[in-house]
Structure formats: C-alpha cells, structure tokens
C-alpha cells in the first residue's frame, strides 16, 4: 500500500503530462497535417528555398517564437566546407532563416536544425499536392523533410498551451541546400552558433542517431576517338570504360564495407555506405564509336576516414589500378559531406531516446546514420552535442512515393516535448 502511494506521487505528474500531450495532439491532429501539406505546396528545389520563407515566418511568429531571415555569411564561400555549386546554373547561396524562443539567461541553448530544400519531383505523381487522405500526407519533401519543421514548432506550441516550462532556450534554423552540400547550414554555424544542444532533424523513423556517414560525389569521364566499329582499334570504347571503373569501384565498396563491422557507430548498420550511380551519358549511331562517356557517381565512407582520404582512395583506385589510367579522367563533382561519430552516450543522445521511450517510440540502438547530412557542420564546427532524429521514413525520401504518417509526426511532437520539457514541468 505504502509502496503503491510513493509510486502514484512519483510517476503521477509524468503520467498526467504524457496524457495531456497525447489529448493536444489529437485536438491538433488535421490543423497539423494541413501545416505540413501546405509546406509541400510550396515547391522548394534548390534554388527556390526562399519561396517559402513568407509562410514560413507567419507560422513560425503565429506559434510564439520570433524569426528572422539570415542572409548568406561573407565568408562562406571561401570556407573549407563550403561546397560548390553542382546544380544547373550554379545559384548562388541563398537567405536562410533562424526563428527561437527565449526561456531564461541561465538555461542552455538547443539548436533544431531542419533543411527547407527538396529534391525534385523525380516521377512523383503528385509532388505538390500537400494531400492529406486522413493517414499520410503526400508529396515531395513531406518526409524529408517539411514534416519536421511543423513537429519542432509544434512541440513548442504544446508546450506553452500546456503550460509545460522548457527546460532550455531554443533556437530553429531553417536552412537552404542541404541535399547540394549544407551551404545553409555552413552559413548560419559561421553567423554564429552559441549552442549546447544540437538535434539535426532528418527523416529517421524517429530513430536517435549520434553520428553519419560521409559522401563524396565525382564524376568519371573515358573519352576516345569516333569512328565505325569496324575500325575500332581497342575493343573496348569509352562506355565500356566506364563500366570497367564501376568494376572498381565496388571493389573500394566491398572493402570499406568489411571495415565497417568494426568501425564504432556503424557496428551492426545493414549497408552502412553505398555506391550509387546515378547517371552515365554517351551517344552515338548503332555502329560508332562514341567519343566519349561520363557516368556521375557518389560513394559513402565511414569515419575516422576523412574526405581527403576517401577522394585519394577513390582516384588510385579507379585512375590507377594497374599503373595506367585507363583513359579516364576523374572529376569531384557534388556533394563533399564528411562524416562524424559522437559520442552514443552523450547526455544529449541519452536524453532525446529517454523522450522517446517515454512518448512510447523505439528510438533504435545507439548507433550513427548510414546516410550524410548538416548533422557533421554542427559536429565540427560548433562545441555542441550533435544528433541526428526525425519523422518521415529515409525509404520514402527522394522517392516517386514520397509521404509521412501523420501519426509519426504527432508522436515526434511527443517526443520532443518530453526531451524540451523541464523535469518535474
Ligand atoms: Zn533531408
């Protein structure tokens, strides 16, 4: 009796607050699937970030917090991360923005980082459609990742209309390119990042990730002389060529593949690193020689492999395997994200999973993302704790099927009302 009486004081509160959480989201259920359906709407591929900042700075100051749009960092471009533009027309870096909510001098800072590009539509069907069918929303970017916009703003909504006391300030950058490199978020860590606490969102399943891999993007060109075929003084052409250096490649694959069973954070990550190739153009009649072929590619790495290292890895491996080039001239051309590996027991990463159990969610076992992301800017070049969590399914990402359950969502907002909520709040 006396043991059931301490349990109910103790866990009372919890319970209550964890109930009162579930009810809000409910109430709020449809208003929060319209909010990431009209994210969607707005078609944000690269360059086109900008396009949703006006609605974005309604929503954000209509749920309390201030916000402002930042304009690209001087410096950014001479920065040693910065990565070049490899899109058509090379845009320029664009206007971020940094909203927040002040919660006293003597708290610590945590920082939600979420991109506000998309990749584009790709076969989607209904890219812009922000349609909400009662279980999903759909469309281009609703799973990576508008959909952890609104959860962030939301579990901060909920929080002051439950009257639930954050435990922390909050700051939320909302930043441009992040699938061409993370120039957004490089330019708002270079205005400044006084922070303790860094959660990166990305859609993760809602799984707490400590760290990712790296990736690097090139491109590979065989070039030759045209001619008939019957005239062909090599057998193989240029096209062949090429496929002989995906040949390699695997090779390099395979072998940072075996490395990975023993490499901390990715132990046990099904495929932690791939190579992907993503395009191979050459042209010529049914009977010639093409001149020349270039297949664009992009291969992962795990840490302490820096992009130095893998770049060199890669070129000896495909320029050089015998002495000889091959004819094949190699080209860094994409993404140059590095990778990091934090610490799975940091109080940020414990803290975030003990939010998620307690909001009912498995936030999986500690280990890093087999996929890059802003998170390593934040991991480098600020002092903060560095994590990686999010709603929307990483299968579902880029993808001609793009959607996020709307129940995950709300149970994101859950989860990070408990991991922002003052104990005992
Ligand atoms: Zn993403």
Same mark, same amino acid.
């Given at each position: 009796m006396t043991r059931h009486t301490a349990r109910t004081v103790r866990e009372a509160p919890a319970e209550a607050r964890q109930e009162a959480v579930r009810r809000w989201c409910g109430t709020h259920r449809t208003r929060i699937a319209e909010m990431v359906g009209a994210l969607v709407q +707005?078609?944000?591929t690269a360059p086109d970030e900008p396009a949703a900042h006006a609605l974005l700075t309604g929503y954000l100051l209509g749920a309390g917090l201030w916000a402002e749009i930042q304009k690209p960092h001087p410096g950014l471009t001479e920065h040693p991360d910065y990565t070049a533009p490899f899109l058509p027309g090379a845009p320029a870096p664009r206007d971020n923005m940094r909203a927040g909510l002040r919660a006293g001098d003597t708290l610590p800072t945590v920082l939600f980082s979420v991109h506000t590009d998309v990749v584009p539509p790709?076969?989607?069907?209904?890219?812009?459609?922000? !349609?909400?069918d009662g279980t999903r929303i759909h469309g %281009?970017?609703?799973?990576?990742?508008k959909n952890n916009i609104v959860m962030v703003v939301e579990a901060l909504r909920c929080l002051r209309e439950l009257g639930l006391a954050p435990r922390a300030n909050v700051l939320v950058d909302l930043v441009s390119d992040e699938e061409a490199g993370g120039t957004g978020a490089l330019s708002t860590i270079l205005h400044g990042c006084p922070v303790d606490e860094v959660v990166v969102l990305?859609?993760?399943?809602?799984r707490v990730h400590h760290g990712h891999r790296g990736c690097v993007g090139f491109e590979i060109t065989a070039s030759g002389t045209t001619g008939h075929m019957g005239s062909?003084?090599? !057998?193989?052409g240029p096209v062949e060529r090429c496929l002989r250096a995906v040949d390699r490649l695997r090779a390099v694959e395979e072998r940072w593949l075996d490395e990975a069973s023993t490499t901390p954070g990715f132990?046990? +990550?099904? %495929?932690p690193l791939q190579l992907n190739i993503s395009g191979i153009t050459a042209d010529s009649w049914h009977g010639s020689i093409p001149s020349s072929c270039t297949l664009r590619a992009s291969l992962g790495y795990l840490p302490p492999r820096d992009r130095d290292r893998a770049r060199a890895e890669i070129t000896a491996a495909v320029? @050089?395997?015998?002495? %000889?080039? @091959?004819g094949l001239a190699l080209h860094w051309r994409g993404i140059g994200n590095d990778g990091y590996v934090g610490d799975a027991e940091g109080a940020t990463a414990r803290r975030l999973r003990d939010a998620a159990r307690t909001a009912g969610v498995d936030p999986g076992s500690p280990q890093a993302w087999h996929v890059s992301c802003d998170a390593r800017l934040y991991a480098r070049h600020t002092s903060a704790e560095t994590v990686v969590f999010g709603g929307g399914e990483l299968a579902l990402a *880029?993808?001609? *099927?793009e959607s996020v359950d709307i129940d995950q969502v709300l149970a994101g907002v859950h989860v990070l009302v408990e991991f922002l909520a003052a104990d005992g709040g």
């Open positions: +707005v078609p944000t790709d076969g989607h069907p209904e890219p812009w459609s922000g !349609r909400f %281009r970017g609703s799973a990576d990742t990305e859609p993760t399943g809602l062909a003084a090599d !057998r193989q132990i046990g +990550v099904a %495929r320029l @050089d395997p015998a002495g %000889r080039s @091959d *880029h993808s001609d *099927h």
